[in-house]
C-alpha cells in the first residue's frame, strides 16, 4: 500500500508500508531518493495511461481505477505494477491518492512474453477461463469480452465441434499421466474461421483451485503441409526418395512418397530397407560398373550422367521399366544430397 500526491505532472509517494517496500525491493536510502516525481521512472509510453488512471479515480470514488505499468529499477531493468487506485483529496500541494500495489512481472512475462498464448481454465466441463493472456487474444484475434460474449468464456466452446471429443480424450489422457501434449486441434480464430494449435498442459493448484494451465502454439501451417503430403502420399504415381549423406561416405535412402506401391508389391519401409541394403538396385538390368559407380556419381553432383530409363526385374514380378530422375537439393538443413523420383516409364 503507498499515498500518492499529484500536483501537474509531479507524482509523489508520500508514505508507504513495508509490503510495498519489500515488493519493490530497493534498499531504503534508494526507495526514498526515488519518492518523488516518479513519473520519470515510468516507461515513456505507459505515463499517458498512468495519469488517466489517476483522473479517473478522481472522477469515480466508489470504484477507483486501475492500471498496469513499466517501471525502470536503478539497473535499467524493469519490472510491472499493478495499481489499484482511489482519490482521497486536495489541499494546496495536490490531490492524493490511496494505491494498493502488485508486483506483476511474473505474470506480463506469462502474457506477452511467452511465446504462444497462455491460459488457464477450470477442469471440469466446458473448460471455463480463469484467466487469458494478451498472447491468447492476439493468437485468436478476439478481446476478453468478446470472448465471454460469443464463446460463454469457455474453451471447449472456441473448439472446432469435429475436434471437442478428442480434445476432452486427451485431457483425459493427461490426467491419467499416458501423455502430456495435446494432439493438434482447430481453434476459432476471429478473421481465419479457424487455425490449428498443439497444446501444452499442466494440472496445478498454485491459484487456489484446481485448474489447467495451457500453453498453445499455432501450427496451421505445419498441419496444413502435413495434410498436403498426406494428400500427395496417397494420390502421388511416384515415388520420392531423399538421398542423405552419412559420416562414412555411403548414402542413406528416406522415402517421402511411395506411389509404386502396388508395381513394387512393397510398402513404403520395405521399399526404404531394400534401398538401403541395396537390394533395389540390383533389380536394375544395368552393367555391373554403372551399378559401382552410383554412390560416386552422387557425391560428385554429377547427377544429369544418372537420370536413365531403366529395366527393372523385381523378385516374382514381371519387368517393369522405371524413368529415374536426379534432381540437386538446394535446402541444406535437410542434410541430403538429392532427391530421387521414380516413375513409370511411358
Known sequence: VCFYNWQGEDVDILRFNQ???LMIGLDVDVLEARRYHIQQFFHPDDLPAFYAMLAAAEKDHINGAKGTFRIFKPNGTIFWIALR???LSEDVKGKKFYASAQDVTE?????????????RCSLEGDYEFLYISQNFLTMTGFTEEEIAAQFNNRMLNMIHPGDRSRVKRDAEDILAHRRDVMSPYRLRHKTKDYIYVVEKNRLTDRFGLLCWQCVLIEVTEIVRLRNQMQVLCESSSDSVVFVHPDPKH??????????LRDVTGWDAAEFQKRLNDGSFLQCFDLPVERKDRTRYYLFQGRLREMNDTCTVRLPGREPIRLQCRFDQVKDDTLNALCIIVFSLAK
Open 19 to 21: 509490503q510495498f517496500y
Open 85 to 87: 487506485v482511489y482519490y
Open 107 to 119: 505474470l506480463q512475462l506469462v502474457s506477452t512474453d511467452l511465446p504462444g498464448g497462455y491460459y
Open 250 to 259: 555411403t548414402v542413406r535412402y528416406e522415402v517421402v512418397v511411395h506411389g
